[in-house]
T-cell receptor
Framework: GENVEQHPSTLSVQEGDSAVIKCTYS??????FPWYKQELGKRPQLIID?????GEKKDQRIAVTLNKTAKHFSLHITETQPEDSAVYFC???????????FGKGTSLLVTP | DAGVTQSPTHLIKTRGQQVTLRCSPK?????VSWYQQALGQGPQFIFQ???????QRGNFPDRFSGHQFPNYSSELNVNALLLGDSALYLC???????????FGNGTRLTVT
């Protein structure tokens, strides 16, 4: 089955800096890659997603890039703010299934 | 427009007991997936229900079973509870199999 690895596990940045979280996947048939933000005690919330026919997608301060050849995708957050502090999860879905396979998460801390 | 709702929010059970968790999908959604999230980990796929049938199952024992009703709501049942079943159980709904998942707030299950 699909295996998703996520790095780093923790990330601390100064307010205004950029943050980058990287994920790799094992199943070359994967075709959908969402990113979720989970604040303490709350539900995971979809922040951005990308499909395999696109190399990059941007939504204001958040962008995701996908390299299908290398089987990795990354989340980029620019001009970070303290309210960006949360755990971020990447995930991948194979076109042969319906299960979201999640990485182990990155705990992002943005300090003022 | 109500999002995904889950009940109960918290539950404490004793080892060996059985538990039933409930989920109502977001309006317009017809597919329900269940995930288990252990502390400090990413969500793990349990199974997905579509048209009242289990469409895909993750690597969970038969003690975990589910059901989807004609109104698209769903139940997760866990028999013979183990201490290791203590986790946050998340329900997610979508329209079809691979559209973006919307998560509920989860049910925190503690097995003592």
């Amino acid at each position: 089955g699909e295996n998703v690895e996520q790095h780093p596990s923790t990330l601390s940045v100064q307010e205004g800096d950029s943050a980058v979280i990287k994920c790799t996947y094992s199943d070359s048939a994967s075709n959908y890659f969402p990113w979720y933000k989970q604040e303490l005690g709350k539900r995971p919330q979809l922040i951005i997603d990308i499909r395999s026919n696109v190399g990059e997608k941007k939504d204001q301060r958040i962008a995701v890039t996908l390299n299908k050849t290398a089987k990795h995708f990354s989340l980029h957050i620019t001009e970070t703010q303290p309210e960006d502090s949360a755990v971020y999860f990447c995930a991948a879905v194979s076109n042969s299934g319906y299960a979201l396979n999640f990485g182990k998460g990155t705990s992002l801390l943005v300090t003022p | 427009d109500a999002g995904v709702t889950q009940s109960p929010t918290h539950l404490i059970k004793t080892r060996g007991q059985q538990v039933t968790l409930r989920c109502s999908p977001k309006s317009g959604h017809d597919t329900v997936s269940w995930y288990q999230q252990a502390l400090g980990q990413g969500p793990q796929f349990i199974f997905q229900y579509y048209e009242e049938e289990e469409r895909q199952r993750g690597n969970f024992p038969d003690r975990f079973s589910g059901h989807q009703f004609p109104n698209y709501s769903s139940e997760l049942n866990v028999n013979a509870l183990l201490l290791g079943d203590s986790a946050l159980y998340l329900c997610a709904s979508s329209f079809g199999g691979n559209s973006p998942l919307h998560f509920g707030n989860g049910t925190r299950l503690t097995v003592t």
